[in-house]
């Protein structure tokens, strides 16, 4: 039985990553937003909207702790799961946590390609997306840190790079 969870800022990764590692180590792939998106029949930002930040993180917790119980899966956690409650704790007591970890800059460069599909980042652009994200992950990294494997994500512009890296976290799990 295996659980890993791919913990990291937005635009780190995770799904990418994870879709890929999933099928390399015959586990199943669960996007927690994805999983919390069809229970609920609403996107993160509707709920975020409609619930508040509190409220959401406490449904985060719940369909944390219910994919948790699963066997042999891969999860990629939403950027702020690992921050709230104790939900680094959590996914440390039952599997091994991967945070994929990149530059401010990097970020940067990966979400302002997606950046209207995430709510939080509607209208950031430059200078202005870049301090959001430093201070963002300023806080966010003592969670991240936790993590049991912290691994270098930095490169990740084609394939080869996403295959190089799970490749390389192949050999780490």
Do not use: W
């Not at 999983?35 to 917790?61: C, M, N, P, W």
């Not at 709230?84 to 946590?97: A, I, K, P, V």
């Amino acid at each position: 039985m295996k659980r890993i969870f791919l913990i990291g800022y937005m635009g780190a990764g995770k799904t990418t990553i994870g879709k890929v590692l999933s099928k390399r180590l015959g586990l199943s792939f669960i996007d927690l937003d994805c999983y919390i998106e069809g229970r609920y029949h609403k996107t993160v930002g509707q709920l975020f909207a409609e619930k508040g930040e509190d409220s959401f993180r406490d449904i985060e917790r719940r369909m944390l702790h219910e994919v948790a119980l699963f066997e042999d899966v891969l999860v990629s956690t939403g950027g702020g799961a690992p921050c709230f409650f104790d939900n680094m704790e959590f996914m440390n007591g039952c599997g091994t946590t991967v945070y994929l970890q990149a530059s401010v800059e990097e970020l940067v460069k990966r979400l302002e390609l997606c950046k209207h599909t995430r709510p939080v980042l509607k209208g950031r652009s430059g200078d202005e997306l870049k301090a959001f994200v430093a201070d963002s992950l300023e806080k966010r990294n003592p969670y991240y840190e936790k993590a049991s494997v912290i691994f270098d994500a930095e490169v990740m512009l084609t394939d080869a790079d996403v295959e190089a890296i799970v490749a390389a976290l192949e050999k780490v799990l």
